[in-house]
T-cell receptor, first 114, second 118 residues
Framework: AQSVTQLGSHVSVSEGALVLLRCNYS??????LFWYVQYPNQGLQLLLK??????LVKGINGFEAEFKKSETSFHLTKPSAHMSDAAEYFC????????????FGPGTSLSVIP | GAVVSQHPSRVICKSGTSVKIECRSL??????MFWYRQFPKQSLMLMAT?????????EQGVEKDKFLINHASLTLSTLTVTSAHPEDSSFYIC??????????????FGPGTRLLVL
């Protein structure tokens, strides 16, 4: 079964420092992967998605993620953290025989220290 | 583009009453909509998938008679929590998926509805 895991339920970085949020997937078929961000008491916003067109995916707000098949990873990075980046981040994988369901990872809470 | 709304954003009700939550895709047609439940500090759990004009498909462990889902049009799906109890208190989030015929099809999420059952 396809699934995603996120190492680190909570990550804390200083403002201006590199952000690295980890996501590993398990899939027997080429996966379709997503990163979503959730601000308190709000829905989810799509940051970026992997479609197999390119291994390095650029998203909104300066985030990017690199798909590494050999490591079964899709880690999210941002060169310089901003206070407004503090939120919950979810890695997700598209599953189902028709790729019609999204399974979310447990999430990583990002704190940015001024 | 790709905006999904939910109404109400927050609802408080008495135990035993029913609550209806609406999910609308504002600028696209969604043949498929999804309903999720999220407990505090936890991830989203898929409750059911609804396709316009057909019965919803519920995930294992979700009571279909308690969580009634109707997908009456290509822009509207409703979730009714029947005979709500305090344990139904949660954050309910819907998502809508436009039919693009190219993978991966992206889900767009509503802002969520906070339900508190007293």
């Amino acid at each position: 079964a396809q699934s995603v895991t996120q190492l680190g339920s909570h990550v804390s970085v200083s403002e201006g420092a590199l952000v690295l949020l980890r996501c590993n997937y398990s899939s027997s078929v080429p996966p379709y992967l997503f990163w979503y961000v959730q601000y308190p008491n709000q829905g989810l916003q799509l940051l970026l998605k992997y479609t197999s067109a390119a291994t390095l995916v650029k998203g909104i707000n300066g985030f990017e993620a690199e798909f590494k098949k050999s490591e079964t990873s899709f880690h999210l990075t941002k060169p310089s953290a901003h206070m407004s980046d503090a939120a919950e981040y979810f890695c997700a994988v598209l599953v189902g025989t028709s790729y019609d369901k999204v399974i979310f990872g447990p999430g990583t809470s990002l704190s940015v220290i001024p | 583009g790709a905006v999904v709304s939910q109404h109400p954003s927050r609802v408080i009700c008495k135990s035993g009453t029913s609550v209806k939550i609406e999910c609308r895709s504002l600028d696209f047609q969604a043949t498929t909509m999804f309903w999720y439940r999220q407990f505090p500090k936890q991830s989203l759990m898929l409750m059911a998938t609804s396709n316009e004009g057909s019965k919803a498909t519920y995930e294992q462990g979700v009571e279909k008679d308690k969580f009634l889902i109707n997908h009456a049009s290509l822009t509207l799906s409703t979730l009714t929590v029947t005979s709500a109890h305090p344990e139904d208190s949660s954050f309910y989030i819907c998502s809508a998926q436009p039919r693009t015929r190219s993978l991966p099809e992206t889900q767009y999420f509503g802002p969520g509805t906070r339900l508190l059952v007293l």
